[in-house]
């Protein structure tokens, strides 16, 4: 049974431990020190607490634990460190402990950034381990430092760690609800290159400025496959615009025309770029180019998976709401899905990703990681006792 003091402790822990996007930035990059030492002094400790046979880490402070005989035949339990929203709290590292009822919560919660995104999440995760019994199979526990919204740190630790399992679960807030699937991203970085010119003798030079909003323009009639039943539909939205240099009355050298194509499941990405190249306008005197950026791959999992169904139970059998659903966003359980590993995403906290809620205080009930943390242990029991028939 989880232990609500010792989840709360650790939960409080992990919340005081600064390991948000600093502010004006948009990533962390691998090996960032404050992340590191996050991992190497608060992170790791927890993980070891829990009696794991092996552990293995790579530069980037990246973790893989691993329990039991065969932990590959079991769970890979995928917990994340980087937090990247409610970038606007006063007191982000606060970890204070309060009354939830003025957020919409019950009981006991805990403030500080990331209380609904990951620490919440991985605080029931670790729970979930404490005492677990003798298994069949195994457990790996996967703790993830990557913090440029990419599969690279899940690429660091199923190809380079070598964790494995027979199915996965990615430690983010669903309110307790269980994802299954979800569409995925891939940037396309479109360059129109001219030529740069005093603002007050344009001719001198060749404006990429409306090629650029050509470029844009011409998006919508990029040619896109048929809605998902339950995903819906792919798209093609610019996200970003860049302008090089800038400078005083200078008519830049090259403008960038950052798109957003999110993909289903069974898209190649490959024949995505080209399409958004087909589309692209020709113009003498001027280079444009469409080259594919960071990649987060479609995530699909049959809800009726074992896994999937022990981990709703888990949560009914709690007297809460629990039950299946496709998120809208892209995150990481596209990568394991496409390594063979069906991978779903759970955990406490209702997450908001419109408005002031993305940026305002973050809280998690402790009772909704409780709940988390048992259904979690339920789903790895459930099929460690099915390894068993």
Same mark, same amino acid.
């Given at each position: 049974?989880?232990?609500?003091?010792?989840?709360?402790?650790?939960?409080?822990?992990?919340?005081?431990?600064?390991?948000?996007?600093?502010?004006?930035?948009?990533?962390?990059?691998?090996?960032?020190?404050?992340?590191?030492?996050?991992?190497?002094?608060?992170?790791?400790?927890?993980?070891?607490?829990?009696?794991?046979?092996?552990?293995?880490?790579?530069?980037? =402070?990246?973790?893989? #634990?691993?329990?039991?005989?065969?932990?590959?035949? !079991? *769970?890979?339990? $995928? &917990?994340? %460190?980087?937090?990247?929203?409610?970038?606007?709290?006063?007191?982000?590292?606060?970890?204070?402990?309060?009354?939830?009822?003025?957020?919409?919560?019950?009981?006991?919660?805990?403030?500080?950034?990331?209380?609904?995104?990951?620490?919440?999440?991985?605080?029931?995760?670790?729970?979930?381990?404490?005492?677990?019994?003798?298994?069949?199979?195994?457990?790996?526990?996967?703790?993830?430092?990557?913090?440029?919204?990419?599969? =690279?740190?899940?690429? #660091?630790?199923?190809?380079?760690?070598?964790?494995? !399992? *027979?199915?996965? $679960? &990615?430690? %983010?807030?669903?309110?307790?609800?269980?994802?299954?699937?979800?569409?995925?991203?891939?940037?396309?970085?479109?360059?129109?290159?001219?030529?740069?010119?005093?603002?007050?003798?344009?001719?001198?030079?060749?404006?990429?400025?409306?090629?650029?909003?050509?470029?844009?323009?011409?998006?919508?009639?990029?040619?896109?496959?048929?809605?998902?039943?339950?995903?819906?539909?792919?798209?093609?939205?610019?996200?970003?615009?860049?302008?090089?240099?800038? #400078?005083?009355?200078?008519?830049?050298?090259?403008?960038?025309?950052?798109?957003?194509?999110?993909?289903?499941?069974?898209?190649?990405?490959?024949?995505?770029?080209?399409?958004?190249?087909?589309?692209?306008?020709?113009?003498?005197?001027?280079?444009?180019?469409?080259?594919?950026?960071?990649?987060?791959?479609?995530?699909?999992?049959?809800?009726?998976?074992?896994?999937?169904?022990?981990?709703?139970?888990?949560?009914?059998?709690?007297?809460?709401?629990?039950?299946?659903?496709?998120?809208?966003?892209?995150?990481?359980?596209?990568?394991?899905?496409?390594?063979?590993?069906?991978?779903?995403?759970?955990?406490?906290?209702?997450?908001?990703?419109?408005?002031?809620?993305?940026?305002?205080?973050?809280?998690?009930?402790?009772?909704?990681?409780?709940?988390?943390?048992?259904?979690?242990?339920?789903?790895?029991?459930?099929?460690?006792?099915?390894?068993?028939?």
């Amino acid at each position: 049974m989880a232990d609500p003091a010792r989840l709360e402790a650790t939960l409080v822990r992990l919340l005081r431990t600064p390991t948000g996007v600093p502010p004006g930035r948009t990533e962390v990059a691998p090996g960032d020190p404050a992340i590191a030492a996050a991992v190497a002094d608060v992170i790791r400790p927890l993980v070891e607490e829990l009696g794991p046979e092996r552990v293995d880490a790579d530069a980037g =402070g990246n973790l893989v #634990a691993r329990f039991g005989p065969n932990p590959g035949a !079991g *769970a890979l339990l $995928l &917990v994340y %460190v980087v937090s990247q929203h409610a970038n606007e709290m006063a007191e982000p590292h606060a970890g204070r402990v309060l009354d939830g009822a003025s957020y919409g919560l019950a009981g006991r919660s805990v403030l500080g950034q990331g209380a609904t995104q990951n620490k919440g999440p991985m605080a029931a995760t670790l729970e979930a381990l404490h005492d677990l019994p003798d298994l069949r199979t195994g457990v790996t526990l996967a703790v993830n430092t990557e913090g440029r919204s990419s599969h =690279g740190g899940a690429k #660091a630790l199923i190809d380079g760690l070598g964790a494995r !399992g *027979a199915w996965g $679960l &990615v430690a %983010v807030g669903t309110d307790l609800w269980v994802s299954v699937g979800n569409r995925g991203r891939l940037d396309v970085r479109i360059e129109v290159v001219g030529e740069s010119a005093h603002s007050s003798q344009p001719w001198l030079g060749t404006n990429p400025i409306p090629m650029a909003a050509e470029v844009v323009g011409r998006l919508a009639a990029v040619g896109l496959p048929q809605p998902h039943p339950e995903l819906g539909a792919a798209s093609v939205t610019p996200y970003q615009l860049r302008c090089d240099p800038v #400078a005083p009355h200078t008519i830049p050298r090259r403008v960038e025309v950052v798109v957003d194509r999110r993909l289903l499941p069974g898209e190649d990405p490959e024949v995505a770029v080209a399409a958004i190249r087909d589309a692209l306008p020709r113009a003498e005197g001027m280079e444009l180019r469409a080259e594919p950026g960071a990649l987060m791959w479609p995530a699909a999992v049959d809800p009726g998976h074992p896994a999937v169904q022990a981990l709703v139970r888990g949560v009914r059998a709690a007297g809460r709401a629990s039950g299946t659903f496709y998120s809208r966003n892209a995150f990481d359980a596209g990568f394991p899905c496409r390594a063979g590993i069906p991978t779903v995403m759970f955990g406490p906290g209702r997450r908001r990703f419109g408005g002031e809620g993305l940026l305002a205080e973050d809280v998690v009930a402790v009772d909704d990681c409780v709940v988390a943390a048992e259904a979690i242990r339920n789903a790895i029991l459930d099929w460690d006792g099915r390894a068993g028939v």
